[in-house]
């Protein structure tokens, strides 16, 4: 089935340093849309950015993405993290041609430190 | 408009005992999912429906667990004979439907069983 890995489960940044987080899936589907979900303390996640199309940088709030098809990997990526990134972050997809649940990783908590 | 409402907030619950979990989707949307989040398996997918029609609950543990939608207004998932193992935050979010698969989250319960 339709799976999403995000492999480092706490990742721990200085302020003003770059970042990633990976994010590579599985899906026997064609027609599928990938997400990136934040997550503040004590709040809901909520959308960070959204993207369908292979190899078209997405943006929005400082964080970029990229999907890569060829290599089933849609990691998130800032230039310049700030206290307030700190956050839990989740990658997801769903199958834009069939059911509308969108299928999670882990999560990865970012922690940006001073 | 008010976003997602889930009540209550917290829950705790002796083992064997039931719960009941309430959510208010946004206005306008016409599907509501359920998803259970722990730190080890981060947001997982429960089930969800389409027009108040269940369409996938694959995510649902089979014998206590159930979910309702008697109107567009408001989802219940019910658990019987809760277990410490059910200890988790749940959450519920809605989305437009069809090929606006950005799901929109709402705060969550946290049920504790003791």
């Known amino acids: 089935g339709d799976s999403v890995t995000q492999t480092e489960g706490l990742v721990t940044v200085t302020e003003g340093l770059p970042v990633m987080l990976n994010c590579t899936y599985q899906t026997a589907y064609s027609d599928v849309a990938f997400f990136w979900y934040v997550q503040y303390l004590n709040e809901a996640p909520k959308l960070l950015l959204r993207s369908s199309t292979d190899n078209k940088r997405t943006e929005h709030q400082g964080f970029h993405a990229t999907l890569h098809k060829s290599s089933s990997s849609f990691h998130l990526q800032k230039s310049s993290v700030q206290l307030s990134d700190s956050a839990l972050y989740y990658c997801a997809l769903s199958d834009l041609g069939g059911s509308a649940k969108l299928i999670f990783g882990e999560g990865t908590k970012l922690t940006v430190s001073s | 408009n008010a976003g997602v409402i889930q009540t209550p907030r917290h829950k705790v619950t002796g083992k064997g005992q039931e719960a009941t979990l309430w959510c208010e989707p946004i206005?306008?949307?016409?599907?509501v999912f359920w998803y259970r989040q722990t730190i080890v398996q981060g947001l997982e997918f429960l089930t969800y429906f389409r027009n108040q029609a269940p369409i996938d609950d694959s995510g649902m543990p089979k014998e206590r667990f159930s979910a309702q939608m008697p109107n567009q207004s408001h989802s219940t998932l019910k658990i019987q004979s809760t277990q410490p193992q059910d200890s988790a935050v749940y959450l519920c979010?809605?989305?437009?439907?069809?090929?606006?698969?950005?799901?929109?989250f709402g705060a969550g319960t946290r049920l504790s069983v003791l």
């Open positions: 206005s306008g949307h016409s599907a």
């Open positions: 979010a809605s989305s437009l439907g069809w090929g606006q698969n950005t799901l929109y």
